[in-house]
């Protein structure tokens, strides 16, 4: 990624925190609070940005079987989330090297259809398997999810800010 002049380089990521941030998002998820239509998908959100930011380490395999997890936990129908979070991964992979480029409000109306679309997914599945519309609120998830991405962006990036461990030999 081509840093902005004047910010510094991003530490590599740690593995073990892709992986701890996915479980925190599936455990979010998996809460019991009163599913509103209008909530948002917190794992959809880690999902693009991990895709987005570690495209080789987090794809859509991950994605599906995330998925999985997600209609065996909600009893729905079998690969609803899991086609939902593929076409997202697939999305964030294919957006990847053009989303970094803007800053990330920007970054925010740009994963805004991709959310979009993954709700949508959703939505038709349920509706072609014989399910009832959930309403009007259910369009405005994507639009929070959008709103989540700075703060998601935030946060996840915060452990590769930290500062290089000082050594005499290295000018950084």
Same mark, same amino acid.
């Given at each position: 990624?081509?840093?902005?002049?004047?910010?510094?380089? =991003? =530490?590599?990521?740690?593995?073990?925190?892709?992986?701890?941030?996915?479980? $925190?998002?599936? !455990?979010?998820?998996?809460?019991?609070?009163?599913?509103?239509?209008?909530?948002? &998908?917190?794992?959809?959100?880690? =999902?693009?940005?991990?895709?987005?930011?570690?495209?080789?380490?987090?794809?859509?395999?991950?994605?599906?079987?995330?998925?999985?997890?997600?209609?065996?936990?909600?009893?729905?129908?079998?690969?609803?989330?899991?086609?939902?979070? +593929?076409?997202?991964?697939?999305?964030?992979?294919?957006?990847?090297?053009?989303?970094?480029?803007?800053?990330?409000?920007?970054?925010?109306?740009?994963?805004?259809?991709?959310? !979009?679309?993954?709700? $949508? +997914?959703?939505?038709?599945?349920?509706?072609?398997?014989?399910?009832?519309?959930?309403?009007?609120?259910?369009? =405005? $998830?994507?639009?929070?999810?959008?709103?989540?991405?700075?703060?998601?962006?935030?946060?996840?990036?915060?452990?590769?800010?930290?500062?290089?461990?000082? &050594?005499?030999?290295?000018?950084?």
């Amino acid at each position: 990624m081509i840093m902005p002049r004047g910010e510094p380089l =991003l =530490l590599p990521v740690n593995p073990v925190f892709i992986v701890a941030s996915l479980a $925190a998002g599936l !455990a979010i998820n998996l809460l019991p609070l009163g599913r509103v239509v209008w909530m948002p &998908d917190v794992l959809m959100v880690l =999902l693009v940005f991990w895709g987005v930011h570690q495209p080789l380490r987090i794809g859509m395999g991950v994605a599906f079987l995330l998925g999985l997890c997600m209609d065996v936990s909600q009893s729905a129908l079998l690969g609803q989330h899991a086609l939902a979070y +593929t076409v997202l991964s697939f999305g964030a992979i294919a957006i990847h090297r053009r989303l970094l480029w803007f800053s990330v409000p920007s970054q925010a109306l740009q994963v805004l259809p991709l959310f !979009a679309l993954a709700h $949508a +997914t959703e939505l038709l599945l349920r509706m072609v398997s014989g399910g009832i519309f959930p309403g009007l609120w259910s369009f =405005l $998830a994507p639009l929070i999810e959008a709103l989540l991405w700075p703060l998601a962006s935030w946060v996840l990036l915060a452990p590769q800010r930290r500062p290089p461990d000082s &050594d005499q030999n290295r000018p950084l």
